[in-house]
């Protein structure tokens, strides 16, 4: 974990458009807390990446379970990414590998199984249950508590035949600590094209 990285970074939050409008009025957002939640319970975002995060609104509009979106439309923020679990670099991914070990552990124990990710790419719970492990081994050593983590999600499909670049990847933050929202903005229309 660290604080080397630039600091403010734009976001973007795919949601329905009374969500954004009520945020835009001085709520705040409603931190999501699903058992497969990568990057642990938290607001999610997507770092320089307006469409896709207006993108996944629309995806989950079509959905029966998720959030509850019937107006699709992205809400932009700039964030401090403050004391950041960034898993993008070594000390990152060792921070996860520490926490991964310690939930084996703590399973094995109680007799109750290690978490496991689905299939298909998408519902992460092993990798959710080891981040929320580390936040817990944080704050039981009264450590800094993390205030975002931050990983590359790859997804989707092919660019073109034998790419090892995919449509839908990107980078995606969890804020765990809303003060690190330091504003919130609407999106032009020419950055969702």
């Excluded at 959710?128 to 989707?156: A, N, W, Y």
Aim: aromatic residues 8%; charged residues 20%; hydrophobic residues 35%.
């Amino acid at each position: 974990m660290h604080t080397l990285s630039a600091s403010f970074v734009l976001g973007y939050h795919g949601c329905d458009e009374k969500v954004a409008e009520a945020v835009l009025s001085g709520k705040n957002f409603r931190k999501s807390q699903n058992k497969y939640d990568w990057l642990g319970h938290g607001i999610y975002f997507w770092e320089a990446n307006p469409l896709r995060g207006l993108e996944f609104a629309q995806e989950v509009s079509h959905l029966s379970r998720g959030p509850n979106i019937k107006y699709p439309t992205v809400l932009g923020a700039v964030i401090d990414l403050g004391y950041c679990l960034d898993l993008t670099t070594s000390s990152g991914a060792r921070n996860a590998l520490d926490a991964f070990v310690v939930l084996k552990g703590l399973c094995k124990k109680n007799g109750t199984p290690l978490p496991e990710n689905s299939t298909d790419g998408l519902r992460r719970n092993l990798d959710c249950e080891v981040i929320e492990t580390l936040h817990d081994i944080q704050q039981e050593q009264h450590l800094e508590p993390i205030d975002s983590v931050k990983d590359v999600f790859v997804e989707g499909d092919p660019v073109y035949p034998g790419a090892a670049f995919y449509n839908k990847t990107h980078i995606q933050i969890c804020i765990r600590n809303h003060d690190c929202i330091k504003g919130v903005f609407r999106v032009h229309k020419s950055h969702l094209q």
